[in-house]
């Protein structure tokens, strides 16, 4: 089975809304590394030396690759990306090898035999 990494940059008040929505679209889990800084075009403003950027929690799903792009979409439709400046972005990378996976494996397995 193929797998793809797809990676979420969102708000922290996004990110409840993003996790489900993936996970409506068949992702079978998710690892949250909270409180990442990032910075856009425009760097932002600070108030004497303190920034006013609110934090930023990084999604990583590890999802089958026939699935990936239905849930990078999904994952972009929640978090309003393309309507909300500023508020996330979402790739995808492509995986060689996975290992500990064994208890996901056949829920995907099983999701990707309905399809078919």
Do not use: N, W, Y
């Not at 979409?73 to 929640?78: D, K, P």
């Not at 990306?81 to 290992?99: H, N, R, T, V, W």
């Amino acid at each position: 089975m193929r797998f793809k990494l797809i990676m979420a940059m969102v708000g922290v008040e996004r990110t409840d809304a993003v996790l489900h929505a993936a996970r409506g679209c068949g992702a079978t889990g998710c690892t949250v590394i909270t409180s990442g800084r990032g910075e856009g075009l425009k760097p932002e403003r600070t108030f004497l030396g303190l920034e006013l950027t609110g934090s930023r929690d990084v999604l990583l799903f590890v999802v089958a690759e026939t699935r990936a792009r239905e849930i990078l979409e999904t994952i972009a439709e929640a978090g309003r990306f393309d309507e909300d400046p500023g508020s996330g972005i979402a790739l995808q990378i492509a995986i060689e090898d996975a290992l500990g996976l064994k208890t996901q494996i056949p829920a995907l397995e099983h999701e990707i035999e309905e399809e078919l």
